[in-house]
């Protein structure tokens, strides 16, 4: 068995290779004088995410028994594609009507910054394999924010994008509706690995979707995209049964529609506001059970339980970085050290707790706790202060993109885009304080994606003011 195992790992490594060092390489070669292309695989990277882990992924060295956010080396074909479309735009024969830009993205330097203080936690990793499994997924992960950014460069480029997140948003809508009313399955997770990464991609992507719809110049065919994938994303995330993502998806929609009103308080945004209220009222009567469902079992969990386990979770994180201060236990470690055997000093955080609540204590129960919710708590306690600094330095950075290109582009379609992304963006990152989706692999995909399209945002900026 071990013998098969390691033969197919060297079969899936040769298939990297080829994939990585051959096939990028000349697909990007191929579309480098065809613009049309580009704009056609930018599109399907917007889509990709939404597809199922099996068809975008594959892993060597997989450690299926692992209870951490990293187990094994993936191989993902989102950024196969992105490195292809790097290799296009670098390649590119130079419009002399466009500005000449810069080479490097805004932010790559800060993000690589991240991955860096990443990789150099291993110092005091438990199982520095395991770290460098993080660092290579986050590190090839670049290749996404620089290939989005590298290629944005006008509106038709910009509705490429659009069309893609609103496919990817009905495509996905009809899943759940299939899951949940054919299926019978009660919290709805479509093509995603659990309910709450499904539900964070939806919010994100319809508040970039609906803000594309309440431009004017967006009509025809995209209009009903637009609206149909955002009325699409409310049902993914009420069949999610996700307190957090439905407050999200409301507070998106309330501001996109503030921003239309503010700027072009006109017929379409009247129409848009009322048919969006129309339509919260029939996709609730579709779905509201689920949700009140999900709310009896909530309350029914208090009840029974003083302390929610998020608290405690997060008070074993704080035990390791007053441990680890600088660099973290170690990436991806975070598994090793809050279980026994080897980190009984943090799963005696847990044990008290359970204690406390009158559990029986047996040693084989604690030997794959679960992790963090609190992605900001994660980071400290794996990355230390300095991972958490360039990760917050990271994120402060891609709201400013957005915050600039929403000023420069005014009433255009770009500066309706780029508050899309911001207000995804600003909601996504608060929300990281309860939920760690961010470090999953087609969320982290999606969240680079669309940083990615601020930074090429404030490329263009750049490149006009000189």
């Known amino acids: 068995m071990a013998e098969w195992e390691a033969l197919k790992d060297l079969i899936k490594l040769l298939f990297a290779f080829a994939l990585y060092g051959g096939f ?9 004088t065809r613009r049309s292309w580009q704009r056609a695989l930018f599109g399907l990277l917007m889509f990709m995410p939404s597809l199922q882990p099996g068809r975008i992924t594959f892993m060597l060295g997989s450690i299926d028994t692992y209870r951490g956010h990293v187990k094994g080396y993936e191989v993902s074909f989102i950024e196969v594609f992105s490195l292809a479309l790097v290799i296009a735009v670098l390649r590119s024969p130079r419009d002399p009507l466009m500005p000449r830009r810069a080479k490097l993205p805004p932010g790559t330097l800060i993000y690589l910054g991240w991955c860096l203080a990443g990789l150099l936690s291993i110092v005091n990793a438990w199982e520095p394999t395991y770290a460098l499994m993080a660092f290579v997924r986050v590190f090839k992960s670049t290749l996404i924010f620089a290939a989005v950014a590298l290629f944005l460069r006008d509106e038709k480029d910009l509705r490429a994008a659009i069309s893609g997140l609103a496919l990817s948003l009905i495509v996905q809508g009809w899943i759940c509706m299939k899951m949940r009313y054919i299926d019978g399955y009660f919290q709805i997770k479509g093509w995603f690995e659990h309910q709450n990464p499904m539900s964070m991609w939806a919010y994100m992507s319809a508040c970039v979707v609906f803000a594309a719809a309440m431009h004017k110049e967006v009509k025809g065919r995209l209009l009903g995209l637009c609206l149909a994938a955002f009325a699409a994303a409310g049902l993914c995330v009420l069949l999610s049964v996700s307190r957090a993502a439905l407050a999200a998806y409301a507070i998106g929609a309330g501001l996109v529609l503030l921003m239309a009103w503010m700027r072009d308080p006109g017929a379409r945004t009247a129409f848009t506001t ?46 390791m970085l007053n441990d680890y201060p600088l660099l973290g236990i170690g990436w991806n ?25 009158g559990f029986t204590i047996i040693d084989e129960n604690y030997w794959a706790n679960p992790l963090t919710e609190s992605l900001y708590w994660l980071i400290l306690a794996e990355n230390g202060w300095l991972g958490w600094f360039f990760f917050l330095l990271f994120e402060a950075a891609t709201l400013w993109y957005g915050i600039r290109a929403v000023r420069q582009g005014g009433k255009s379609l770009l500066g309706y885009v780029a508050f899309g992304i911001v207000v995804a963006l600003a909601i996504c990152y608060p929300h990281g304080l ?10 982290l995909s999606h969240w680079l994606l669309l940083a990615g399209m601020l930074s090429g945002m404030e490329m263009n900026r750049r490149a006009k003011t000189k």
């Open 333 to 357: 470690n975070y598994g090793i050290a809050n279980s026994r055997p080897h980190g009984f000093k943090y799963s005696e955080v847990l044990e008290e707790w359970d204690r406390e609540r």
């Open 274 to 319: 009322l048919m969006g209220v129309i339509g919260a009222v029939l996709v609730m009567a579709f779905a509201m059970d689920s949700l009140n469902s999900r709310l009896k079992e909530v309350k029914a969990s208090k009840e029974i339980s003083a302390e929610d386990l998020r608290p405690v979770l997060n008070r074993q994180s704080k035990a």
């Open 434 to 443: 309860v939920e760690r989706i961010l470090t999953q692999t087609k969320n």
């Open 24 to 32: 990028a390489p000349l697909l990007g070669m191929v579309m480098a």
